[in-house]
């Protein structure tokens, strides 16, 4: 519900702060006084496309801010949670601001964060919709048009869950297509993977394998000069000028000498004698190493031609050489489902055939369920046709259903609301064959229809009533009040008769003095409204007579 709008510097008005009230609200006034620049305004603040021309003369910008009481279970949560507006829960209070400079900028603001102009759209088209003698989205826009019938027949729930089964079918049948165009290209690589995977499997690699034969090539590369230098190693260990005969000489002359003195060379024969072992064990490694490697050319080019392959290997993959027993696998995995590509083939038909079965009943059924909403609501409307003088008309809904392989998300069916609007006419589009006046009247006996729906949003109807007067304005007005039952109307009229049937009222005034003109509202009650109203059936002169006249349009229950 609209509970506030604040006006700045927009057309002819310099400041409004506006509170609204729940139930039907009439806006009343002279012709020029600036009903329509309140309507603009909020317009301009639920994300209608800007205007310079909006902002007062004179003034750098204008700004509008709309504040809204929303219920917990409100459409809009949605919105607001999937673009981090909600603070962590649903939002109560609802504020949508809108700054409009002369220069052209504007700028649109949801709780006092900044957000697009396209999302402050989106928004606002949840919260205000406005019924005019020009525009009417219900009755011009197919996606409105099947939204309001699925309302009227309890289908909403039913048709997210449609969504979610159409968006199943979706993903079997792309999950399907997938698999096709995967398996026709492996099978197209059947041929290149079994000759790589025999390649791979007669070198069999291993990982770490690379690193090992690296090294063996170094060293059997070397292994002449290496083997001489051992040889030369061990000839210093051996010969008479060896370390170790050294170490034993000196050990002998010391060991001989010990026991005169007195513990004093004990520290050096243990020295000399772990020595002596080091030295003996440095012979035996040299003597070793001198064993075990020997100078093979056939073993190093048994060792070079594996290292090659394993690197040719490699490059023609595009891999390393510890990469190729992942790679292996990888093309052994890939043959397999080639080969059990019809058992996966079968699984994944199987998918398809039952989301398609599934969307198609839960489709049928709602298509079923509109046909028969769609006579009731047919027969609803027509009956309040009679007393908005539109009796020479006629209103049906239109259902094509499409075939099940078209089907999308809403279902198979293809709905928008027709009408005529004299004997004998053939049906067509409403926004096409009915006048301004006729275009309000047949939204208003919609709505009307649909009142039981709830229609979770502010109503807007701007001059519903005009053209007629009389019985029919007082059908409009009493059909206005009683939608207001159901959420907030705000209605800009002419006509005493709707005036009357307000819970609220409000007059719009033009007033200016040294070339500056403004717009007013006041706020209605009693003496005042019984004024209005009687200025609305009399004129300039209001006579004891319209007030009369007024005083009984005012009582009426």
């Known amino acids: ?27 009343t006034g002279e012709t020029g006084a600036g009903k329509s620049i309140l309507l603009d305004a909020l317009g301009l603040a639920t994300g209608a496309r800007g205007d310079v021309g909006l902002v007062r003369q ?3 910008q204008g700004s509008v801010t709309a504040i809204f009481q929303l219920p917990d279970h409100h459409q809009v949560q949605q919105i607001l949670t999937e673009n981090g507006l909600d603070e962590g829960g649903p939002v109560s209070e609802l504020i949508l601001r809108r700054q409009q400079s002369a220069d052209g900028r504007s700028r649109a603001f949801c709780n006092d964060q900044a957000i697009g102009v396209n999302l402050l759209k989106q928004i606002g088209s949840m919260l205000v919709e406005i019924h005019g003698q020009n525009e009417s989205q219900a ?31 979706q993903e079997a049948r792309n ?15 059947a041929e290149f993977l079994t000759h790589s995977i025999a390649e791979l499997q007669e070198l069999n690699p291993k ?17 002449e000069k290496i083997i001489g230098d051992l040889r030369e190693a061990e000839s210093f260990l051996r010969g008479e000028g060896s370390i170790e005969n050294a170490l034993n000489g000196a050990l002998r002359r010391l060991e001989k000498i010990a026991p005169e003195a007195a513990g004093q060379l004990d520290d050096a024969i243990s020295a000399i004698d772990r020595a002596l072992i080091e030295a003996g064990e440095a012979r035996l490694a040299v003597s070793d190493a001198g064993a075990r490697i020997t100078n093979d050319p056939r073993r190093l080019e048994e060792v070079e031609g594996r290292l090659f392959a394993l690197r040719g290997l490699a490059r023609k993959h595009d891999t390393t050489c510890d990469g190729l027993p992942e790679l292996l696998a990888e093309m052994d995995n890939k043959l397999s489902a080639i080969h059990g590509g019809n058992d996966r083939m079968a699984e994944l038909e199987a998918t398809v055939r039952d989301s398609d079965a599934a969307y198609e009943q839960a489709a049928l059924a709602v298509s079923d369920a509109r046909q028969s909403a769609a006579g009731r609501l047919d027969e609803m409307v027509n009956q309040e046709l009679v007393p908005l003088k539109l009796d020479g008309g006629n209103f049906s809904t239109d259902i094509e259903r499409v075939d099940l392989a078209d089907g999308a998300a809403h279902g198979v069916d293809k709905i928008r609301f027709v009408a005529s609007t004299n004997p004998g006419m053939a049906p067509g589009p409403i926004a096409k064959i009915a006048s301004g006046g006729e275009l309000a009247r047949f939204m208003l006996a919609l709505k009307v229809s649909l009142a039981a729906e709830g229609q979770g949003s502010t109503l807007i109807f701007d001059e519903v009533d005009a053209g007629v007067g009389g019985a029919v304005a007082e059908a409009v007005g009493t059909r206005l009040n009683r939608l207001a039952q159901n959420g907030q109307v705000l ?19 033009k007033s200016g003095e040294n070339g500056s003109v403004s717009t007013s509202v006041a706020s209605l009650e009693d003496t005042a409204r019984l004024e209005e109203v009687a200025r609305m059936l009399s004129g300039a002169d209001i006579t004891d007579e319209a007030r009369a006249a007024a005083q009984r349009l005012l009582e009426v229950e």
Request: proline share 2%; with cysteine.
């Open 1 to 27: 519900m609209l509970v506030s709008l604040s006006i700045r510097d927009i057309v002819l008005i310099d400041r409004l702060d506006l509170d609204w009230q729940p139930t039907l609200c009439t806006l």
């Open 58 to 60: 004179g003034c750098a």
């Open 139 to 169: 009755l011009t826009d197919a996606a409105t048009q099947r939204n309001l019938l699925d309302g009227f027949a309890g289908l909403t729930e039913t048709v997210r869950d449609l969504g979610k089964l159409y968006d199943a079918r």
């Open 175 to 189: 999950g399907l297509a997938v698999y096709r165009a995967e398996l026709a290209k492996a099978s197209a690589d």
């Open 207 to 223: 990982t770490g394998e690379e690193i090992g034969l690296a090294d063996e090539r170094t060293l059997l590369m070397n292994s």
């Open 491 to 509: 209605v800009v009229t002419h006509s005493p008769q709707v005036a009357a049937r307000g819970n609220h009222h409000w007059r719009v005034s």
